[in-house]
């Protein structure tokens, strides 16, 4: 079982990113999938989700209107996009997978918003 993120770097206030967690060893579409971040002192935030079908997503109150998830289960691939981002959405940002009683989380990819 494998996540991989990519897609991170950084970026001036108000750009745009887009993240990537290609998933392998695990039945892709069966599993919500979920972005988190984490900034160095603090616990794990949750960011977005997104079922296995794509049919529904959610959002926290801090990204809604500006980030966008979404999944291509042919690809077994998630994505994150960010737009308008601020200074306050810099953090290393990891996908997770969960369904079928199990859970894997990726190794994370860093997103530095700075001017």
């Known amino acids: 079982v494998q996540l991989v993120e990519s897609g991170g770097g950084s970026v001036q206030p108000g750009g745009s990113l887009r993240l990537s967690c290609a998933a392998s060893?695990?039945?892709?579409?069966?599993?919500?999938m979920r972005w988190y971040r984490q900034v160095p002192g603090k616990e794990r935030e949750f960011v977005a989700l997104i079922s296995g079908t794509g049919g529904t997503t959610l959002y926290a109150d801090s990204v809604k209107g500006r980030f966008i998830i979404s999944r291509d289960n042919a690809k077994n691939t998630a994505y994150l996009q960010m737009n308008s981002l601020k200074f306050e959405d810099t953090a290393v940002y990891y996908c997770n997978a969960d369904g079928l009683g199990s859970r894997y989380w990726g190794q994370g990819t860093q997103v530095t918003v700075s001017s």
């Open positions: 060893g695990f039945i892709f579409s069966s599993y919500i």
